[in-house]
């Protein structure tokens, strides 16, 4: 792993130059390129295998940059900027006309972030443009959390990977669409709803997509965040009894629940995860991760998050993780 480090200065080089970089954020670790170099950013979907029309995310240091990309800023973006960054919102607005198609999908939005890891806000402010960057995973994969988690997506195929230590927020940003007549919350994560909801004095407008519950082909539509290893959640008892059915025929099981287990049961592995959200956040990807990796295991069984307001960006991750439901 010679390509971790914590070199701004190889860091500004290598981008500057239109190579990629993995750079921590507070919510998950992202892979970054020169968002006004299109051959630099076509680098990060090709090493992704992500299709060339998502938009992907510019990074700023700060409000001060929000111009120099966005143009008929509203008022609500200042004031959401104000209030949250740097932090984990996104602002999806009209774009400046230089803006490369590579980083808006063709479109005519662009999506800000300040990101509030200090190495990272040191690096833009030193950068002093923008960083394209979506999460550094495989298109479709669980995001990573740490520097060791993008090393073991992309190995040395990226030339340095950023190591800003575990992330502390562990879901990506609130995407917040401020382009329309009201504002929509696009994508729930880090920063809660209500908190936005509080500074704009409006609701969000909010569409949750269909669920995902009988998608079994991870990457297909909106099935993302998605371990290789089938997930099933279901409530506590569904998912002890699916443990015991699966153990007595020979099955290779592992159980995350947020309550105790109802009894031990002599060969299942099993992981108690944080019954508060912000911790379980912080802890999801790294779990699953963990969990996923070097085919231990034939399923994984996930005891359903609580459904309540302060839930929302877990369990739309969750959701999306998730193979069917028990
Ligand atoms: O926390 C995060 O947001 C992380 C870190 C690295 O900043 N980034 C991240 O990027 O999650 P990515 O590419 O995995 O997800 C970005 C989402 C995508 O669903 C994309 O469609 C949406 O943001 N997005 C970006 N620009 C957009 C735009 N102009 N209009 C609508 N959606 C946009
Ligand atoms: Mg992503």
């Known amino acids: 792993m010679q390509n971790i480090s914590t070199d701004l200065d190889q860091a500004l080089a290598l981008l500057r130059a239109g190579d990629l970089v993995g750079i921590p954020t507070e919510t998950v670790y992202g892979l970054a390129a020169d968002a006004r170099q299109p051959e630099a950013v076509a680098k990060i979907f090709a090493l992704k295998g992500r299709p060339a029309d998502h938009p992907v995310i510019v990074h700023i240091a700060g409000r001060e940059q929000l111009s120099d990309w966005a143009c008929d800023i509203p008022d609500a973006a200042w004031k959401l900027a104000d ?160 443990a015991y059915r699966r153990l007595e025929t020979g099955g290779r099981v592992a159980v995350l629940h947020l309550s105790p287990l109802s009894g031990s049961v002599c060969g299942l592995d099993s992981h108690q995860m944080p019954d508060e959200p912000e911790a379980f956040a912080r802890e999801l990807y790294a779990t699953l991760r963990q969990y996923d990796a070097g085919s231990r295991f034939d399923v994984l069984l996930l005891e359903r998050p609580p459904q309540s307001a302060a839930w929302l960006a877990v369990n739309d991750r969750v959701k999306r993780a998730t193979s069917a439901s028990l």
């Open 83 to 242: 209030a949250f960054w740097p932090g984990s919102l996104t602002l999806i607005l009209k774009r400046q006309p230089h803006v490369p198609d590579a980083v808006t999908g063709g479109q005519d939005t662009v999506g800000l972030r300040a990101p509030a890891h200090p190495l990272t806000h040191a690096l833009l402010q030193r950068f002093g443009g923008g960083l394209a960057a979506p999460s550094a995973n495989q298109f479709g994969h669980v995001s990573p959390t740490t520097a060791a988690h993008v090393y073991a997506e992309f190995g040395d195929r990226v030339p340095l990977i950023l190591d800003g230590g575990p992330c502390q927020v562990g879901v990506e940003s609130t995407i917040v669409g401020l382009t329309g007549d009201t504002p929509t919350l696009l994508r729930p994560g880090g920063v809660p709803r209500e908190a936005i909801e509080a500074v704009l004095g409006q609701t969000l407008v909010h569409h949750e997509k269909p669920s995902t519950a009988k998608v079994r082909v991870s990457g297909l539509l909106d099935s993302h965040y998605a371990p290789r290893t089938p997930l099933l959640v279901g409530d506590l008892r569904a998912i002890e009894n699916e």
